[in-house]
């Protein structure tokens, strides 16, 4: 069964400083996306990325960027120089390669606060 | 370009109640999923329609939760009767098959049902 799991329930840093939110997850299938939400306090999910299996190689997107390592199964999320409107829930998903891919697992989320 | 449009966004009914919820997807989206997101948790699937098609409803309790897709654009879900632990928001994704786009969810801002 697909598993993701996200440790850290809340994070609290101050403005500008970089912030990592760890993703760890748990499949058996070699073909799969892995996902990431952004969830403001309005209730949208609003997806940032997707990755499949095949491609481990760090994105960068602006103040965003992502570590894919199959190794450790981890897909963690690294936000730079943060600030006050990066505060959300942040959550990590697993596609189901049984569903076409169309099944998402989610984790728990992340929430971050990002303070003045 | 309009984005996923769920309502009402906030409902509070008595237990026992009948509710329903509407959702709009994006245009041209063929898939549509229905979720469920308890407080503090990930949003969990609990249907999914493939044009008007439920290909996977194995998550809806069927004994209460009823959903339908007429014309494979608008769906409503619906709750009849509701019992208090159905208080949580109910998210609606939309997705289409598209090169380049397959399978990224796109969710609303969801309802928040509190049943008293």
């Known amino acids: 069964a697909q598993k993701v799991t996200q440790a850290q329930t809340e994070i609290s840093v101050v403005e500008k400083e970089d912030v990592t939110l760890d993703c760890v997850y748990e499949t058996r299938d070699t073909t799969y996306y892995l996902f990431w939400y952004k969830q403001p306090p309005s209730g949208e999910l609003v997806f940032l990325i997707r990755?499949?299996?095949?491609?481990?190689q760090n994105e960068i997107s602006g103040r965003y960027s992502w570590n894919f390592q199959k190794s450790t199964s981890s897909f963690n999320f690294t936000i730079t120089a943060s600030q006050v409107v990066d505060s959300a829930v942040y959550f990590c998903?697993?596609?189901?390669?049984?569903?076409?891919?169309?099944?998402?697992?989610f984790g728990t989320g992340t929430r971050l606060l990002v303070s003045p | 370009e309009a984005g996923v449009v769920q309502s009402p966004r906030y409902k509070i009914i008595e237990k026992k109640q009948p509710v329903a919820f509407w959702c709009n997807p994006i245009?041209?989206?063929?898939?549509l999923y229905w979720y469920l997101q308890n407080l503090g948790q990930g949003p969990e699937l609990l249907i999914r329609y493939e044009n008007e098609e439920a290909v996977d409803d194995s998550q809806l309790p069927k004994d209460r939760f009823s959903a339908e897709r007429l014309k494979g654009v608008d769906s409503t879900l619906k709750i009849q009767p509701a019992e208090l632990g159905d208080s949580a928001v109910y998210l609606c994704a939309s997705s289409s098959r598209l090169a380049g786009a397959e399978d990224i969810q796109y969710f609303g801002a969801g309802t928040r049902l509190s049943v008293l």
């Open positions: 998903a697993l596609s189901d390669p049984n569903t076409g891919f169309q099944k998402l697992v």
């Open positions: 990755r499949n299996s095949f491609d481990e």
């Open positions: 245009s041209g989206h063929n898939t």
